[in-house]
């Protein structure tokens, strides 16, 4: 009986997980009047704050395939706080220091380990895709991976609600993962 509880306790933790992990992928938002936020134009209110993260172990290049995705309004919000300049991921005046500002951002806020061994990634560069930016690294030489330790802190400098949810691919196997403030890592076997 203790068993059947804990999965019914655990289908609906999931359930909650996957809705709230739906509304983040399919982009869907509630929208509000425009309003500014320091240099920052807040294109609209979303009740949640997330963001997801995908590292993939390519076996055939050795090599971690890392995605990061970022509400666009949240990301020019916390790249403006922390960086005291007007920021813009859309249409950037200045490509070049936008890169800079997200690829300094993500270096200070994720780290991981691969096999107890920290990785040291190498910034491919961003886009922005509908409402979201994705920010794109990737790890040379790792032969193969049995144990993830990923330490997250994106948004937490801007939102004491953020959840970090992250998918984990080794071997064609997914294992997923999140992360609530203030807790900042965790560790995944394969």
Partial sequence: MKIIVLMASLLNKWFSFSLLTAF?????RTEEPSFRLGNSVMRG???FHISVTEINHNAADKTLEVTCKIFTD?????LAKNYKTKVD?????????MDTLVKKYIFSHLSVK???????FTYLGYEH????VFAYLEVENVPAVSV??????????????????????????????????PESEVSVNF
């Avoid at 949240?74 to 916390?78: A, I, N, P």
């Avoid at 801007?158 to 691919?169: G, K, P, S």
Wanted: no cysteine; glycine share 8%.
């Fill in 114 to 120: 691969a096999n107890g061994k920290l990785v040291k």
């Fill in 45 to 47: 209110f979303h009740p």
């Fill in 24 to 28: 983040f992928i399919t982009g869907i």
């Fill in 74 to 78: 949240d990301f020019e919000g916390v």
């Fill in 129 to 132: 895709d509908k409402e979201a």
């Fill in 148 to 181: 993830f330790t990923v330490n997250n802190k994106l948004m937490y400098d801007f939102f004491e609600d953020q959840v970090n949810i992250m998918h984990l691919y080794v071997g064609g196997n997914r294992k997923s993962t999140k992360l609530s403030y």
């Fill in 89 to 97: 991921l859309i249409n950037p005046p200045e490509k070049a220091l």
